[in-house]
């Protein structure tokens, strides 16, 4: 691990691409438009990146339903898909250091999280996926002797990956390697915030031996980039990790045109449930940690703890503890327990949401409904984790998305007000349990409104576990053999055999 001043040399001199990827080649945009990409570092201008528009997207698709038609790629034997992935996952690792240094100058991230956590991620990804690539049967069913039924898994066609900045490599790679293996061509569209890592890590793509025009890439605002793919005729999927209110927008979109498969990954406000016998301390520091890991910036951040009365002042002792321990510092320190929002507008948007929460009667225990300083860097997006008590059912920040490092701590006096209060809210992505009674741990999880429950622990798994939530938080699962689905369809082949 580099030191911390090697970091900030490195940043000086870092490589920041701006152009579209179209068919393998980088290429100008056919939009006379463009926007400032901001580091919330320090709030200081990386680069103009120009947005693209809906004639941009035209010629994307048109160049990867070229790379399907003529088969060069969903043609290739799998084992074949499945060593170019693998040799991407090891171009990832080769080049950690300077993904990560883009992905925390993009987005605030500690530098030392995006290369430990996130890059492995990524490359672990892209190898599971290539691993699995030949391993995947078809099925034939007993149908006769005089018939041969066949049932196989075909590529969808042109896939649109719409992705999110808070883990802007780790959710692009959870949608090409699965909607690659499976043998379709993609375009891509990394948030505003993150292009740069986006169109780095599709660079390595290419040198891995992804056929040109395989995947593509089309940075520009979500309203119309996003939407021109939304919208667009010619393409067969839409794959989306973001806000509710653009994710039914996809489904709007998808009805208004060719009626494509969309699959939405909606957010969440999970719930982190803390039974009396419980291991308090690590229950209460894992809830509060998973709370502000990434800055809050997590879909599946266990922004609010649900706690028997009986405990509650010691589990608000544990959690204040862990808010003073990752107070946010530059992201390019080696040792930065946090970083920076993503956005001075985020970074407003959150303080928003700890000044109604106090307005409406939740106790300011740690943090602020100010701008945390960061010696060096008063122009950062800095906010100090904070931890809310009193927070009751029904309150604003008990039932909206923060998507910051905000925990919100509420009493309960039974489990079965436990359960009530976290299937309470609209979102169904993630929760845990945290007893040592293995009844009670079994009768909560199974009530549990949710995609993903953890007992005695917190963002746990690996790529054999889908990740995905139900109710508000969306449908489809991400990660597994299960996503490869998504990216396929079934075809009947039933075949009469003479006797």
């Given at each position: 691990?580099?030191?911390?001043?090697?970091?900030?040399?490195?940043?000086?001199?870092?490589?920041?691409?701006?152009?579209?990827?179209?068919?393998?080649?980088?290429?100008?945009?056919?939009?006379?438009?463009?926007?400032?990409?901001?580091?919330?570092?320090?709030?200081?201008?990386?680069?103009?990146?120009?947005?693209?528009?809906?004639?941009?997207?035209?010629?994307?698709?048109?160049?990867?339903?070229?790379?399907?038609?003529?088969?060069?790629?969903?043609?290739?034997?799998?084992?074949?898909?499945?060593?170019?992935?693998?040799?991407?996952?090891?171009?990832?690792?080769?080049?950690?250091?300077?993904?990560?240094?883009?992905?925390?100058?993009?987005?605030?991230?500690?530098?030392?999280?995006?290369?430990?956590?996130?890059?492995?991620?990524?490359?672990?990804?892209?190898?599971?996926?290539?691993?699995?690539?030949?391993?995947?049967?078809?099925?034939?069913?007993?149908?006769?002797?005089?018939?041969?039924?066949?049932?196989?898994?075909?590529?969808?066609?042109?896939?649109?990956?719409?992705?999110?900045?808070?883990?802007?490599?780790?959710?692009?790679?959870?949608?090409?390697?699965?909607?690659?293996?499976?043998?379709?061509?993609?375009?891509?569209?990394?948030?505003?915030?993150?292009?740069?890592?986006?169109?780095?890590?599709?660079?390595?793509?290419?040198?891995?031996?992804?056929?040109?025009?395989?995947?593509?890439?089309?940075?520009?605002?979500?309203?119309?980039?996003?939407?021109?793919?939304?919208?667009?005729?010619?393409?067969?999927?839409?794959?989306?990790?973001?806000?509710?209110?653009?994710?039914?927008?996809?489904?709007?979109?998808?009805?208004?045109?060719?009626?494509?498969?969309?699959?939405?990954?909606?957010?969440?406000?999970?719930?982190?449930?803390?039974?009396?016998?419980?291991?308090?301390?690590?229950?209460?520091?894992?809830?509060?940690?998973?709370?502000?890991?990434?800055?809050?910036?997590?879909?599946?951040?266990?922004?609010?703890?649900?706690?028997?009365?009986?405990?509650?002042?010691?589990?608000?002792?544990?959690?204040?503890?862990?808010?003073?321990?990752?107070?946010?510092?530059?992201?390019?320190?080696?040792?930065?327990?946090?970083?920076?929002?993503?956005?001075?507008?985020?970074?407003?948007?959150?303080?928003?949401?700890?000044?109604?929460?106090?307005?409406?009667?939740?106790?300011?225990?740690e943090g602020s409904t100010g701008r945390h300083s960061?010696?060096?860097?008063?122009?950062?997006?800095?906010?100090?984790?904070?931890?809310?008590?009193g927070v009751k059912p029904g309150m604003t920040i008990?039932?909206?998305?923060?998507?910051?490092?905000?925990?919100?701590?509420?009493?309960?006096?039974?489990?079965?007000?436990?359960?009530?209060?976290?299937?309470?809210?609209?979102?169904?992505?993630?929760?845990?349990?945290?007893?040592?009674?293995?009844?009670?741990?079994?009768?909560?999880?199974?009530?549990?409104?949710?995609?993903?429950?953890?007992?005695?622990?917190?963002?746990?798994?690996?790529?054999?576990?889908?990740?995905?939530?139900?109710?508000?938080?969306?449908?489809?699962?991400?990660?597994?053999?299960?996503?490869?689905?998504?990216?396929?369809?079934?075809?009947?082949?039933?075949?009469?055999?003479?006797?």
């Amino acid at each position: 691990m580099p030191s911390e001043i090697d970091w900030i040399e490195k940043a000086a001199s870092v490589r920041l691409p701006a152009r579209h990827l179209v068919g393998g080649d980088w290429v100008d945009p056919l939009a006379d438009d463009a926007f400032d990409v901001i580091s919330p570092r320090d709030g200081s201008l990386l680069k103009r990146v120009s947005h693209g528009d809906a004639h941009d997207v035209d010629r994307a698709v048109a160049s990867a339903r070229a790379a399907f038609n003529d088969r060069r790629w969903s043609g290739m034997r799998p084992a074949a898909r499945g060593a170019v992935l693998r040799r991407w996952a090891e171009l990832v690792q080769e080049h950690a250091e300077d993904l990560a240094l883009t992905i925390s100058l993009e987005m605030g991230k500690p530098v030392r999280e995006a290369k430990n956590v996130e890059l492995r991620a990524v490359a672990n990804c892209l190898r599971w996926y290539g691993e699995i690539a030949d391993k995947r049967p078809d099925e034939s069913p007993a149908a006769g002797d005089d018939v041969l039924a066949l049932i196989t898994r075909e590529p969808a066609g042109v896939v649109a990956a719409v992705v999110p900045w808070n883990f802007p490599l780790t959710m692009t790679a959870w949608k090409l390697g699965p909607s690659l293996v499976a043998g379709n061509s993609v375009v891509l569209k990394p948030a505003e915030q993150t292009p740069f890592s986006a169109l780095k890590l599709a660079e390595l793509g290419l040198e891995a031996g992804l056929p040109a025009g395989v995947l593509n890439v089309v940075p520009g605002r979500g309203d119309v980039v996003g939407q021109a793919l939304g919208r667009h005729m010619d393409v067969d999927v839409v794959t989306f990790t973001g806000s509710p209110a653009v994710g039914r927008a996809f489904l709007r979109y998808s009805g208004e045109s060719n009626g494509k498969r969309v699959w939405p990954e909606l957010g969440g406000k999970s719930a982190s449930v803390i039974l009396p016998g419980a291991d308090i301390e690590k229950a209460a520091r894992a809830s509060a940690a998973g709370s502000f890991y990434n800055q809050g910036q997590m879909c599946s951040a266990s922004s609010r703890v649900v706690v028997h009365r009986d405990i509650a002042d010691e589990v608000l002792h544990f959690a204040r503890l862990q808010a003073r321990e990752m107070a946010p510092a530059d992201p390019l320190l080696h040792d930065a327990p946090s970083g920076a929002l993503v956005s001075e507008q985020h970074l407003q948007r959150v303080l928003g949401y700890v000044r109604t929460a106090v307005e409406e009667g939740a106790e300011l225990l740690e943090g602020s409904t100010g701008r945390h300083s960061v010696d060096g860097h008063p122009n950062g997006s800095y906010v100090a984790p904070t931890v809310l008590g009193g927070v009751k059912p029904g309150m604003t920040i008990e039932q909206e998305e923060v998507f910051g490092p905000v925990l919100s701590v509420i009493t309960v006096d039974s489990e079965e007000e436990a359960i009530r209060v976290a299937n309470g809210t609209q979102y169904g992505l993630a929760a845990s349990v945290w007893t040592r009674d293995l009844s009670a741990a079994t009768r909560v999880s199974r009530r549990m409104q949710a995609g993903i429950v953890w007992v005695n622990c917190f963002e746990e798994g690996d790529m054999t576990v889908p990740f995905g939530g139900v109710k508000g938080s969306g449908f489809g699962r991400d990660k597994s053999a299960h996503a490869i689905d998504k990216f396929t369809d079934l075809k009947t082949i039933w075949m009469e055999v003479e006797p």
